[in-house]
């Protein structure tokens, strides 16, 4: 079931187009990726369907509301973590969520969220007092705390070290087992992989791909290239009447086989019946980033 519809976005600062026909569907449990550059219209997309901006054109549906028409209602069921937020400096971690609490009809337990976001031996400590990962922790306990449907995050973990941002990726899954909805906007690629269900890809406004991580990456590149030493003298037709092997090459004593599908099964399937053993075997496959790349016709960090 669709929890969030998006057709034919606009949105537009004076000259410049920010939004440009923007569609997608958003599905109730699952992590939802809007991944993109910086600049992209990634942040003005989710915006408007948090309703913080009103679009020129198209249309937002979010649990079935209007973010223009029926903006109060929706605020009691969507938890938005903004790209850029601030508390202030002397705001204790149990304020501010007891604060954020008393904006809601029927929130969360404070005191849970701080022990499940693992800040339990933070809930006394100021705002200016937390490392970037705790305040991370923080912003998403605010975007939780009014027990919400959809959880929109946006660019969770610029910022953090690593050891910090895959922490917050384990919190953002068990936010999503726990039964909400997350939108999450990215422009790392390693972190649209390990998270996301599906994807929209982002470049200058528009959405140039929707799928799953992998789905993406089969699209634009669907070959796999394994590279092993084998144990004994392999003739090439041994692996080329294989229908999953598109080539075989050699480098010095690698083989180098191309091949799409379950092609890795099938060549080690094959060598294991003729008593031969693949050495130092490795598996080479297009990443995100390639699609990325193929889609856009430039990286991501360009």
């Known amino acids: 079931m669709a929890v969030i519809e998006v057709t034919n976005l606009h949105k537009r600062y004076g000259e410049t187009v920010a ?14 990726g809007v991944l993109g550059p910086n600049g992209a219209g990634k942040t003005t997309t989710v915006e408007c369907v948090a309703g913080l901006r009103v679009p020129d054109g198209g249309g937002v549906s979010v649990l079935g509301l209007d973010p223009r ?21 002397r705001l204790r971690v149990t304020e501010a969520l007891e604060l954020y609490a008393s904006f809601y009809r029927n929130p969360a337990d404070p005191a849970r969220l701080i022990d499940e976001l693992g800040l339990g031996a933070k809930r006394n400590t100021p705002y200016e007092k937390l490392s970037g990962g705790q305040k991370q922790r923080l912003s998403i306990a605010l975007a939780l705390v009014g027990n919400p449907k959809i959880a929109i995050l946006d660019e969770l973990t610029t910022g953090l070290d690593p050891q910090a941002r895959r922490d917050t990726w384990g919190l953002i899954e068990r936010v999503r087992d726990s039964g909400v909805t997350v939108v999450l906007v990215t422009h790392f690629m390693e972190e649209a992989e390990r998270l ?36 004994a003298p392999v003739d090439d037709r041994l692996l080329t009447e294989l229908p999953q092997v598109t080539a075989v090459t050699r480098s010095g004593t690698q083989v180098v086989v191309t091949g799409t599908g379950d092609v890795l099964h099938a060549v080690t399937s094959v060598l294991a019946r003729n008593q031969i053993i693949a050495a130092d075997l490795r598996l080479e496959q297009a990443t995100l980033d390639d699609a990325f790349v193929e889609l856009t016709g430039h990286r991501l960090n360009d």
């Open 196 to 231: 996301c269900d599906r994807l929209a890809v982002i470049d200058q406004g528009r959405v140039v791909a929707l799928d799953s991580p992998a789905g993406l990456v089969s699209a634009v590149a669907p070959e796999q290239r394994i590279r092993f030493r084998p144990s």
């Open 19 to 32: 939004v440009d026909d923007v569609s997608f569907s958003v599905t109730a449990g699952e992590i939802f």
């Open 69 to 89: 028409r029926d903006a109060t209602r929706l605020r009691q069921l969507v938890g938005v973590q903004l790209q850029e937020s601030q508390l202030p400096d």
